[in-house]
T-cell receptor
Framework: DAGVIQSPRHEVTEMGQEVTLRCKPI?????LFWYRQTMMRGLELLIY????????DSGMPEDRFSAKMPNASFSTLKIQPSEPRDSAVYFC??????????????FGPGTRLTVL | RKEVEQDPGPFNVPEGATVAFNCTYS??????FFWYRQDCRKEPKLLMS???SGNEDGRFTAQLNRASQYISLLIRDSKLSDSATYLC???????????FGKGTTLSVSS
């Protein structure tokens, strides 16, 4: 099993630019989560999908952030326009069961984003 | 009050020591509890689930006190390879997503 795949692994961009982060969940997993991790705030849930449908996006910081899951094997998190305070590590995670947290959640390696 | 609170540490211990981490959570309706481990510049990985009766996995023991809304992790006979950040994790009330503490950093030295 390839695990959760994220790209790019590192991204350095300038303020105001659009940033798109990509995630491929583990095959057969039907829940997908986007997290952001910073030293100050720790690991925060941004949004999660069940069966490609966004269920809870209350963690999305503002309208500059958007996420899509067009099919079961691909999701994107877009920031437009990016700001220096968006600098963080963004993790994608997937889980087999859509209903409960009892199944293990597997994280991708993360995308380290730096906005100058 | 933060949903999941942990002492950030760092905890610096010698090899062979026993170390305990504590965590409190705010939502009494939470039903699922976990400890995750995160190595430096890596992703979090599930270490163990935490059950009401307490559970053990080798050198690791997890305890849950629902009345006090308190979770603990005990590591016996610490190894150098145990050095990492340990994240206390609680399922949300709906049981659909996880809420992470900010983590406790452990450094084991020889």
């Amino acid at each position: 099993d390839a695990g959760v795949i994220q790209s790019p692994r590192h991204e350095v961009t300038e303020m105001g630019q659009e940033v798109t982060l990509r995630c491929k969940p583990i095959s057969g997993h039907n829940s997908l989560f986007w997290y952001r991790q910073t030293m100050m705030r720790g690991l925060e849930l941004l949004i999660y999908f069940n069966n490609n449908v966004p269920i809870d996006d209350s963690g999305m910081p503002e309208d500059r952030f958007s996420a899509k899951m067009p099919n079961a094997s691909f999701s994107t998190l877009k920031i437009q326009p990016s700001e220096p305070r968006d600098s963080a590590v963004y993790f994608c995670a997937s889980r087999r069961t859509g209903g409960t947290v009892t199944d293990t959640q597997y994280f991708g390696p993360g995308t380290r984003l730096t906005v100058l | 009050r933060k949903e999941v609170e942990q002492d950030p540490g760092p905890f610096n211990v010698p090899e062979g020591a026993t170390v305990a981490f504590n965590c409190t959570y705010s939502n009494s309706a939470s039903q699922s509890f976990f400890w995750y481990r995160q190595d430096c510049r890596k992703e979090p990985k599930l270490l163990m689930s935490v059950y009401s009766s307490g559970n053990e996995d080798g050198r690791f023991t997890a305890q849950l006190n629902r009345a006090s809304q308190y979770i603990s992790l005990l590591i016996r006979d610490s190894k150098l390879s145990d050095s990492a950040t340990y994240l206390c994790v609680v399922g949300n009330q709906a049981g659909t997503a996880l809420i992470f503490g900010k983590g406790t950093t452990l450094s084991v030295s020889s």
